[in-house]
């Protein structure tokens, strides 16, 4: 039985060398992440206050119990202890009464940081956390959405969060704040970050299948960054200043998260036919009819491609129906045209 | 056993010539319907521990695929199953029953000097619908399995594709059973006891018990009907807790914890009432401040009723509802810290004698301490909102239901043992088991609390790699508390086949079902023994020669 034990003792001291990181500002402590919230010092203080209250009454105990079990042990031949009181009322209100006070504080303490977390400040930043099976979407005031979280760093943010199926769990360990999100209720919870950094949110109440899969990475950011970040989330045809982009560079812009792989722009044929001076030119089909590459085609294949495939390609391309908005068709005919006819 | 046993001089005290509720009848149907409370004991005895062992594997299947961060073993749906089974086999068949179902029938109508419990025939029905919830238990196991935790949360729990109903269904089985164990020993208690025993010269062991009682009767029907509307919902899709019919989920979590709060104290009280036994008997005194313990026990189970909220802390139920809460909390935290001081006193200028049960007992201290302290951390409103339903929330009510009940539950089988079987275990394994069940309990749990603190949460089929190491420590104490608690349970059942005779008083303990013989006889007592003041050890002095605690000359029972 001895290597099982030694090799655990080994793992215990391996994993708490690993589990104390060396900058406790940046990493945490042994018992904690890293704090990163106007609520995680007051949460932890009353944390601390109750630990250390819970060693030394540990200790006593467990050194009580041992002092006894070796002063007072059965020696051969002697049956009876020491005659000793049966009860001590003076002794019983002590240890009733000590702990009664400990526990009033650690109650009070407690009760604070808890109404401080649970009492959103008025006017703060609203992001709107959805929740389901097993994913999170946040929407934020200019109508962005995304699946991670921004925040802007030393602000009131607060979430009002909604399920559509089943009960989730809202939890951020850097900032200490937890809320449930309950089918048919709005709950609310909120933050105020202190530490730009990259952190974790979790589904903390069980949800089904894939509940340990319900993360989001939740990212602090200054306020300008977060800022330009909202704004390009809001709207993703923005340039560094602010200034929306050409027709053009969003066509560009699509091209290159949809288009590249089946069209190339070099004029070599790949999946499809290249873009490169294909705008104005009479596009021939298997079954030998013609048609003008115009405005009117390019939406109709890109909205209904196995329509009319220009001959001598296969009819590899899915529907795009309702991924762009007209915007953005109007941007990728843009760009087509400026690549030359 | 055949009735033609050898007998040699000391057979008195080996419990004589008579037949005893062993041997006194044979057969399948001599035990199937058999209503005397010992065999009623052991067959719960016998049930539980089984229970004890299917959850167990389950408990080393979740443990074993948490090896590796993305799982060893299974996908993630059939580890969700694999924590709901080993949560509700270990709750429903395993720690509501185990000790009142199998030691307080065994001893609470022996200690009280009764033929019997006070309703002989419930209590075989009880046993019978323990049964018949186990077996509803095993079929969710072979017809889809459960996958929605224990706790059966709404509307998850009305969504599911798994057995939901027949876990329902087993659970409210369950829930008669424990309602009618609670009863009889209510009745028996106030009923039964003899004309000379007063309420405090009752051992501390029935006063734990008691308390039980009255909250199994008082709070099992609420599981019942929330479990039935559970049911009903999933059936008929009645909207009562699903909030797509109308429903509030939130609902459920009260109706479900208005039970399932007292049932940690119809869970912890019983193991408690065997650690006052065990803390007198084996440090040779009364239990220091008897009259605190036994109003403690009581105190325990009315605050009990009225803390269930502290599970809701982060639900988003009102504040001033948890604030109310969690006064209530902090209130029934100060009768448990009382118990604690209290059986530490016990040995003051005691004759401690660390025989296994007293070890089991021992080990309680410690865990109960842990485990009662670190419930401070979750009923402080502030700090819950952080740990809820993380490892540390797991890590602490281990500590109190395998940590301490558990361990009780082992310490009061390895004392009543003796007398249920008439044979002693071998003591070295006995402390070996014990041993490695400490070891391993505390290597495995201690470090979920480090990990659910640094921000892993529970019922997680997966896991960031940053607590692996955690993960892996924590595993590995799982298989040796798995290993010790093999060597616990075999250790007593091989003592049946080859462990030697048991004397009738082998710890020299106090109460009267050390009076009859071992094992006793069927009817109990020829005639009921003479009520002594409680916990009184000056009259008992070992005998070298039999290993047997002799009564000697009674000059001080007149005053009674």
């Known amino acids: 039985m001895n290597l099982p034990i030694l090799s655990t003792l080994a793992n215990l001291v391996q994993a708490a060398q690993v589990a104390v990181p060396s900058d406790p500002t940046a990493e945490g402590t042994f018992w904690f992440p890293v704090q990163a919230s106007t609520l995680a010092p007051k949460s932890d203080w009353t944390f601390y206050y109750i630990y250390w209250i819970s060693a030394f009454f540990t200790a006593l105990i467990v050194a009580a119990m041992i002092f006894m079990a070796i002063r007072y042990r059965y020696r051969k031949g002697v049956w009876d202890g020491e005659e000793s009181p049966g009860h001590g009322l003076a002794l019983e209100l002590t240890w009733s009464g000590i702990p009664f006070l400990l526990t009033i504080a650690m109650w009070y303490t407690g009760f604070k940081s808890y109404m401080y977390g649970d009492t959103p400040p008025p006017n703060g930043y609203e992001i709107q956390v959805k929740a389901r099976q097993w994913n999170w979407e946040f929407i934020y005031p200019n109508g962005a959405k995304s699946t991670e979280l921004h925040l802007p760093v030393e602000q009131d943010v607060t979430f009002v969060m909604s399920s559509a199926d089943v009960l989730h769990s809202f939890w951020i360990p850097a900032f200490r704040v937890k809320k449930d999100i309950v089918p048919g209720r709005y709950t609310k919870t909120w933050v105020h970050s202190t530490l730009e950094g990259q952190y974790t949110l979790f589904c903390t109440e069980y949800c089904g299948k894939d509940h340990s899969q319900m993360m989001a990475q939740v990212f602090v950011e200054d306020q300008a960054t977060f800022d330009g970040w909202v704004a390009k989330q809001a709207n993703p045809y923005l340039d560094e200043d602010g200034q929306p982009f050409t027709p053009v560079a969003i066509g560009e812009k699509i091209y290159g998260q949809h288009c590249f792989a089946c069209h190339s722009i070099d004029g070599s044929a790949v999946v499809g036919p290249s873009w490169k001076g294909s705008w104005g030119t009479e596009r021939t089909f298997e079954n030998g009819d013609t048609r003008l590459f115009d405005e009117n085609y390019f939406k109709e294949s890109l909205l209904d491609p196995g329509a009319q495939v220009v001959k001598g390609f296969p009819p590899a391309m899915t529907s795009y129906r309702g991924v762009f908005k007209d915007s953005e068709i109007d941007g990728l005919i843009a760009y087509i045209k400026s690549l030359g006819n | ?560």
Do not use: C
């Open chain 2, 1 to 560: 056993m055949e009735t033609k046993v050898t007998h040699d001089k000391n057979d008195s005290i080996y419990g004589g010539a008579e037949p005893n509720y062993l041997n006194a009848s044979k057969g399948i149907l001599s035990w199937m319907f058999t209503i005397d409370h010992k065999r009623i004991g052991v067959m719960y005895t016998f049930g539980t521990i089984g229970a004890l062992m299917l959850g167990g594997v389950f408990a080393l299947l979740v443990r074993l695929h948490l090896w590796v961060p993305e799982g060893l073993l299974v996908d993630n749906q059939t580890y969700n199953q694999f924590f709901t089974l080993h949560g509700a086999v270990m709750v429903f068949l395993f720690v509501i029953p185990g000790i009142p179902g199998a030691l307080g029938n065994f001893a609470l109508p022996l200690m009280l000097g009764a033929k019997d419990v006070a309703f002989p025939r419930v209590n075989l029905m009880s046993f019978w619908l323990w049964a018949i919830g186990a077996v509803f238990f095993v079929t969710v196991l072979v017809t889809g399995g459960l996958d929605t935790g224990w706790t059966f949360y709404t509307p998850y729990s009305v969504k599911t594709d798994t057995s939901v109903i027949w876990a329902v269904s087993g659970a409210f089985f369950l829930g008669f059973s424990s309602i009618f164990t609670g009863l009889n020993f209510i009745v028996t208690v106030h009923r039964m006891r003899p004309k000379n025993m007063g309420w405090f010269n009752m051992p501390l062991f029935i006063w734990g018990i008691y308390s039980t009682a009255v909250i199994q009767v008082l709070a099992t029907p609420v599981l019942g009907i929330t479990l039935l509307l559970l049911a009903v919902e999933r059936s008929a899709g009645l909207g009562i807790f699903n909030s797509e019919f109308g429903g509030d989920p939130v609902l459920f979590q009260h109706f479900f914890w208005f039970y399932s709060h007292p049932a940690v104290y119809i869970m912890i009280l019983p193991a408690m009432a065997i650690i006052s036994e065990l803390m007198a008997t084996f440090s040779r005194k009364k239990v220091f401040g008897y009259t605190l313990v036994a109003y403690s026990s009581v105190a325990i189970a009315i605050f009990g009723f009225l803390v269930w909220g502290h599970h809701m802390f982060t639900s988003g139920q009102s504040a001033w509802a948890s604030l109310v809460f969690s006064t209530l909390t902090f209130s029934i935290s100060i009768p448990s810290a009382i118990k604690v001081f209290n059986w530490l006193s016990t040995m003051y200028k005691g004759s401690v004698r660390l025989d296994t049960p007293m070890w089991y007992a021992l080990a309680f201290l410690w865990m109960f301490t842990v485990g009662g302290l670190t419930g401070m951390f979750l009923g402080s409103m502030g700090t819950d909102v952080h740990l809820h339903d993380t490892y540390f929330i797991v890590s602490h009510f281990h500590y109190v239901m395998v940590g301490s009940i558990m361990f009780a539950y082992f310490g009061g089988l390895h004392y009543w043992w003796p007398k249920m079987f008439g044979k002693m275990y071998n003591e070295v394994m006995g402390k070996l088991g014990a041993a490695l069940m400490f070891i391993g309990f505390n290597v495995t749990f201690f470090p979920q609390f480090i990990m659910g603190s640094r921000g892993m949460p529970r019922r997680y089929a997966t896991y960031l790699p940053e607590f692996q190491n955690l993960h892996q420590v924590s595993t590995v104490g799982a298989f040796i508390l798995g290993t010790g608690v093999a060597v616990g349970i075999w250790t007593l059942f091989s003592s049946i086949v080859n462990g030697k005779k048991a004397p009738q008083n082998p710890w020299g303990a106090a109460s009267m079902e050390w009076e009859t013989a071992t094992p006793p006889i069927e009817h109990n007592f020829h005639e009921i023994p003479t009520v002594k003041p409680v916990y009184d050890f000056s009259t008992l002095k070992f005998n070298e020669e039999t290993g047997n605690w002799d009564r000697i000359a009674d000059t001080s029972e007149d005053n009674n």
